[in-house]
């Protein structure tokens, strides 16, 4: 098993930054793709960014583009997601996800709130 420990989430104004930080611990020597999903009220989680933790590989959905960056320190089995020009629209329950690959996430985080304000 693995668990994940999300932090960093709030409250912010349009135009801010945070930054969601996400500690996986346990079985986690199988694991090598660690990211982000996002949920917004009434509509369906969807990918935020993934970072490969052997290759550095990032992607991101096209929202976020120029905006967050993924990032991530081995040492400490901890991704980041650093969000800047944050905007209303990004508001959304934030879920930290690890996986053995692109798009094979087993384990999900509790989740994060994320509130932008105009």
């Known amino acids: 098993q693995v668990q994940l420990e999300e932090s960093g989430g709030g409250l912010v104004q349009a135009g801010g930054s945070l930054r969601l930080s996400c500690a996986a611990s346990?079985?986690?020597?199988?694991?090598?793709?660690m990211g982000w999903f996002r949920q917004a009220p009434g509509k369906d989680r969807s990918f935020v960014a993934a970072i490969s933790w052997s290759t550095g590989t990032e992607r991101y959905a096209e929202s976020v583009k120029g905006r967050f960056t993924i990032s991530r320190d081995n040492a400490k089995n901890t991704v980041y997601l650093q969000m800047n020009s944050l905007k209303p629209e990004d508001t959304a329950v934030y879920y930290c996800?690890?996986?053995?690959?692109?798009?094979?996430?087993?384990?999900w985080g509790q989740g994060t709130q994320v509130t932008v304000s105009s």
């Open positions: 996800v690890v996986g053995a690959g692109w798009g094979r996430y087993d384990y």
């Open positions: 346990g079985r986690t020597e199988r694991q090598n793709d």
